[in-house]
């Protein structure tokens, strides 16, 4: 076994990136699952805004808007002088600025309803237009009571009484992202951190094995050649499974219920079937690999490309249908699909569509496998 004792000796030369991308992957796997779980609350917050109001109104209806204002927002009064406001601007100390005019009351009383006020929006400010819409909200209600015949003072009240009234707030459209555990994600990202592991750990050992001197003094050796590969094949295949149980350990200790139910099961049969393309990919790859700068080159290609294209990184609701139909050619996209259909069943017999992932992902690893002998077959034949 000193072919199989030396793939090892060479692997362990490149442990230093191998365990940076694995601790990157972790990383990234805890913000993104963490960030995502926050997002998905369902729940609604109201927006305050630090608003500048100046209230020259002589009338009860000017206070009457800077008190409803001052209930969701926080007010503050407009910095005096043009350089202190152009400051308070440009440092995002203000969202809005209003300006109530003397006359305010009396002409909205007299029905008049476009340019009583003098409201500025901050430039790039996008949720302060909702402010505008909250004024025009209050100063509609008031109107609708006055024009019912009710004096100002009780069209006042009977406006801020409607106000006041908090509505339910019910989201018509759910996804099942928003209910998937944190070790979903886990799971989702394997297909990078495992492409670029293979790639890297396969293809510098298969690179030192290709030097032309150390492969002319392999092939005088009395070793037969069949041997010296079957060697190999078997370190490759002993890598493949030590990075794949450390992935399992790291994701038992994510979520240790999860693991022990169909589902986790499910999860895990799909992380090794990948990983057996991954394996295949990097022997592809590694045929056009010269240099180490070559296979980091090679491997982010692999890596962030099927990451991407094949819906990793980027959600498939998100991508066209044109992207859809370019991903079903890439391994990831069929992973990732079955990562997502496992958090749905509730048996194994009801996995079918999940075995057909299953099998896709196998038959892209033949594919690979199969290329990457060609590959090498046609470079031996042009020595």
């Known amino acids: 076994m000193q072919v199989f004792k030396v793939f090892f000796k060479i692997l362990s030369k490149n442990k230093t990136a191998l365990i940076m991308y694995t601790v990157i992957y972790l990383v990234i796997t805890m913000v993104i699952s963490y960030s995502i779980q926050e ?20 009338g009860k209806m000017g206070d009457a808007l800077v008190e409803y204002l001052g209930t969701y927002h926080h007010l503050q009064d407009i910095p005096k002088g043009k350089e202190a406001l152009q400051d308070a601007i440009y440092y995002q100390e203000i969202d809005y600025v209003l300006i109530i005019p003397k006359d305010f009351t009396e002409r909205f009383t007299n029905g008049e309803r476009k340019g ?3 409201g500025r929006i901050v430039p790039g400010s996008n949720t302060a237009s909702l402010l505008d819409q909250e004024i025009e909200s ?60 293979m790639i890297l750990g396969v293809g510098s050992v298969m690179k030192t094995f290709k030097n032309k001197d150390l492969d002319a003094r392999n092939k005088c050796s009395a070793m037969p050649f069949l ?21 399992m350990t790291m994701a038992y200790f994510n979520g240790r219920d999860y693991m022990f139910t169909i589902q ?15 394996l295949s990919i990097a022997w592809f790859a590694v045929q056009f690999v010269r240099n180490a700068a070559e296979l980091t080159i090679m491997s982010n290609i692999f890596g962030l490309g099927f990451s991407f294209l094949g819906g990793v990184f980027v959600s498939l609701d998100l991508m066209s249908e044109t992207s859809i139909r370019v991903a079903k050619f890439i391994p990831s996209y069929w ?49």
């Open 39 to 58: 997002k998905g609350e369902m729940a609604f917050s109201r927006i305050s805004l630090d608003i500048g109001v100046e209230n020259q109104d002589l």
């Open 138 to 197: 209050f100063l509609k209600t008031a109107a609708m009571y006055l024009v019912a015949g009710c004096d100002l003072e009780k069209a006042i009240h009977l406006t801020q009484k409607d106000i006041e009234q908090e509505v339910t707030i019910t989201f018509l459209e759910e996804t099942n992202e928003q209910y998937l555990p944190n070790i979903f994600y886990f799971f989702q990202y394997i297909p990078y951190v495992f492409l670029i592991m």
């Open 335 to 383: 992973y990732v699909i079955a990562n997502h259909n496992i958090q749905k069943v509730t048996s194994f017999a009801d996995a079918t569509n999940i075995y057909e992932s299953f099998l896709i992902v196998l038959m892209f690893a033949l594919a690979f496998f199969t290329a990457g002998l060609l590959v090498r077959r046609l470079k031996m034949r042009s020595l």
């Open 227 to 247: 041997k010296q590969n079957m060697q190999i094949f078997f370190g490759c295949m002993v890598y493949m499974i030590l990075v794949y149980l450390m992935f």
């Open 116 to 118: 009583l006020l003098e």
């Open 264 to 278: 986790g099961a499910l999860s895990a049969i799909n992380v090794l079937v990948f990983s057996i393309c991954a």
